[in-house]
């Protein structure tokens, strides 16, 4: 090959990735909006999806999160037959839900980090609480008593936009999301189950917020 083929055939490669990198970081990039979570929620399968639809990067995460555990998509312990995301609300809503009440939708997706699953909710809802539906996840995740399991919810129903807040458990965290457009919209992590979780509470902090900042 000649120099001035090679020097054509590298710009050709260094294009082809600008345009590739171009795309990913753009991909990530719209505005969080009800209507947009509602379309990403309402076009997934109703067994489940083997992907995440949302542009969560774990990997980044847990390492903004001071996390060193070999980061994945899906459980640590995969059956085959546990789907890695699934819907709620939007079209599948039936009368008397809660995301039939207050009309929005609720995305779930499962990582893992090290030897803990990690549960990300992203749920969006036409009036506030969004974060209220989320409560027996809270629940089933912190083991917490029906009083500390309403305390935190509504801790995090009326923290700000941006705010972040830890269950006493210290494996739940929730960020309330800046929303495009009307309604209002909340991210809640769950590390492992309460008290075997390999995550300090200021890593499921930090995994938080730095899956937040991903998302909108």
């Known amino acids: ?21 171009g795309c990913q970081s753009n991909s990530g990039m719209a505005p969080l909006s009800l209507s947009g979570l509602t379309e990403t929620a ?3 399968p109703d067994d489940g999806a083997s992907t995440c639809p949302l542009p969560y ?12 555990g070999k980061t994945g998509l899906g459980p640590v312990k995969k059956d085959g037959g546990t789907p890695v995301a699934t819907a709620e609300g939007g079209k599948r809503a039936k009368a008397g839900d809660p995301l039939a009440e207050n009309p929005g939708v609720l995305v779930s997706c499962t990582f ?7 549960q ?16 027996p996840v809270v629940a089933s995740l912190t083991n917490s008593s029906s ?4 305390s935190y919810v509504n ?28 309604g209002d919209a909340a991210v809640l992590v769950g590390a492992g189950e309460a008290g075997t979780t390999s995550l300090s509470r200021k890593q499921v902090g ?11």
């Open 155 to 182: 801790e995090a129903a009326e923290a700000k936009t941006g705010e972040m807040m830890v269950a006493d458990s210290g494996n739940v965290a929730a960020v309330r999301l800046k929303l495009d457009g009307d």
């Open 42 to 44: 309402d076009g997934m």
């Open 112 to 118: 893992h980090i090290g030897q803990d699953d990690v």
């Open 120 to 135: 990300v909710h992203t749920v969006a809802t036409r009036k506030p609480n969004a974060i209220v539906p989320l409560a």
């Open 1 to 21: 090959m000649t120099h001035s083929r090679h020097r054509s055939a590298i710009a050709a490669a260094l294009t082809a990735a600008a345009l590739v990198t």
């Open 147 to 150: 009083d500390d399991l309403v």
């Open 206 to 216: 930090d995994l938080t917020e730095a899956l937040a900042d991903q998302v909108q």
């Open 57 to 68: 990067d774990m990997v980044k995460a847990a390492e903004s999160a001071g996390l060193d």
